[in-house]
């Protein structure tokens, strides 16, 4: 799997909307421009954004509504707590997004578990990068980020839990998820 | 599932039609990704029973008269939303599944915007984020009133008699002039608007005659496409602030402290005395004070008031005006709350980086947000009911319904999530009950308490004022005096202006005569 990591890096920006707690990151992955939605307010979250070096270009939700209806990006990943992810979904779907990948990751046991849904050439090495990179987890998500996105509707699940604890400032249940344009 | 009566067969002939007006596009039929986002995620109960059976989309008045010439034909129900975020309440959902949803949101123009009187002219599809954009981007110097949710609409908000925070926080209040389309396609425009060239639709409410705008809000006797909105003129000073009690009990007095003030207009806004965990749950989860079943435990709670420096009760207000009046009647304030053992005062600056102080001190001043939805997280994967009983502004009122409900909650074994926003001479009692959205037992748990509240409330003699499409017909039957009049009268209503119930059946349990016998 070729990281795609040093290449997000030279063209990342990002939109934090700190009203909802989240930051779009914006990214011209592979052929077709993805985005990223992050939670500004999590710790963990903002691991993702550090790592792909984005910078801040926005603060408000009615941002994410704008660029849902007049943007070209196919396919949105995002790193958010579950409200947030429920804001996403809820502008999505009319617009005619499909749920192409979804994953829970959940410190609330004292250790972490992650539980990803997928389809079946995604879902094995995702979850394996997943635990590989232990507390830096998040940066698994942005290798996979073009995987993720050519995921086809999701059908199989895994479920890995590691000895990782929740780290100072870091939201104890995080949800990550791919919504692609049909 | 087919609306009641209709054959597959002439279903689909309904649809063709209304594609035929409308477009492919604007009718959703098909199962898939859009029909799918006019479900109700956070129903308590199975989804299905809500689940619509198509959404049409409607671009004008005119597409939405002959919307209504096909459903008077075919009988096809229809269930009007404007921007649909009614979540907690039953989201763009429709009450009975078989219902096509109405939804308004492509008539989303802002009509007018007058500064000198300060009002606004919006379509059903107008978001709060839509109109304060608009008004930033011109420089207007007039707030509006957003509830919670910024993505929530101006009308559907309204219609639902939502409220917000500002001075204009009783959103039907601020409510001046509309136009409705009734079941048969007649146009009407209400009090001063039925004048032919009216110069003061949007000045004066009443106009001659009965006045009928309130029987278009929370019923389903017309569908509602434009509303004239009060805005508020920016004052030349704001001032938020906060100020936190530290026992349970503390509502009695808060409450009792507030009525006068409230009365005299020294707190003039919509303000809120809003409940620890609801404060909590902006910031922080559940699990990371208590990963016990049941409520939070007192030595968690303590932990908690004590790390976010928050009180068991913490009242949100704010001061409007020139700063000689600010400073006089802060004067009147911070003395009144100082007889509350224990109360401490903050203002902006006191707490930077606290995102509850944050949202609320925009909402106060009109700016819309999206913070709120985080108390969902409270749970991890959660979804929320509201249940709202109103209270009179009194100490003994207030602690009986604060000590019912979270009784009634701790014994269902959920935490009480609640907070008063007191109106002008009532609270709306706003209890979120949170659950964990994949757990079948929690919802289970949810049901039985929602129950066991409305019959309690309603015992001690205390009606809700809105409530999530499962409970509406449940909420109903609680406003029985005189052997149901009021219900009796609307229905009279509603076989008068729809008499073949093709408009939001059920809704806030009003049922035309030919179909009470689907109430559940
Ligand atoms: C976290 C959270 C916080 C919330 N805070 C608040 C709050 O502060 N204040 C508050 O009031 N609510 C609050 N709510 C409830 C709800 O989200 C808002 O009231 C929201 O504004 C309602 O959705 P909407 O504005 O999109 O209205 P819609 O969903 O468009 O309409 C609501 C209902 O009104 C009727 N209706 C709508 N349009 C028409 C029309 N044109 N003609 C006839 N009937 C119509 C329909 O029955 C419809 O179902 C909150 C919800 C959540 C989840």
Redesign the interface.
Known sequence: MPTRRAFLQSTLAVIAL????LSIVHSAIAARPLRFVIDG?CAVARRLADCAGATLAGD???VL?ELLNRDEADAWIGLT????R??FE??A??R????RYAG?H?Y??GTLQHRVVGDLALIAPHTQALAAAGANWPTALLDYAALLSRSRTPGDSARITTATLRPPGS???L?SWCWRR? | MLPPNLTQADFDRAMDELRAVLGREWVIAED???R??YRD?FAPRDVDKSEPTAAVAPANVSEIQQVLTIARQYRLPLWPISTG?NFGYGGPAPRHAGTVVLDLKRMNRIIEVNEKHAYAVVEPGVSY??L??YLQARKIKLWMDPAAP??GGVMGNLVDRGAGYTPYGEHFMAQCGMQVVLADGTIVETAMGATPNAKARHLYKYGHGAWVDGIFTQSNFGIVTQIGIWLMPEPPGYRPYLVTFPHEDDIHQITEVLRPLKLGMLVPNAATTVGLIWEAAVKV?R??YY?GKGPLPDSARKRLASDLNIGNWNFYAALYGPEAIMNNNWKVIEESFRQVNGAKFYFEADRGGD?AFA?RA?LMRGI????E?????WV???SHVDFSPISPVTGDGALKQFHIMRDLCHRHGFDYIGEFLVGWRDMHHILMLVFE?NDEERKRAVRELFEALVNEAAQAGYGEYRTHLDYMDAIAETYHWNERALYRSFEMMKDALDPQGILAPGKSGIWAGRSHHKRS
């Open positions: 700190p009203a909802v707690g307010g408000d939700v009615a509504i707590r579950d409200a947030q429920f804001i809820t502008l779907r009319p005619g997004f499909e749920l829970t959940d609330r046991t939201a104890d249940y949800t049909s | 898939g990704p859009r799918a986002s995620p975020r984020f839509d304060y954009r910024g993505w989860s699990a990371q990963d995102p949202y925009q819309p947000n999206m913070t939805y985080s108390l969902l997280n991890g994967a959660g959205r």
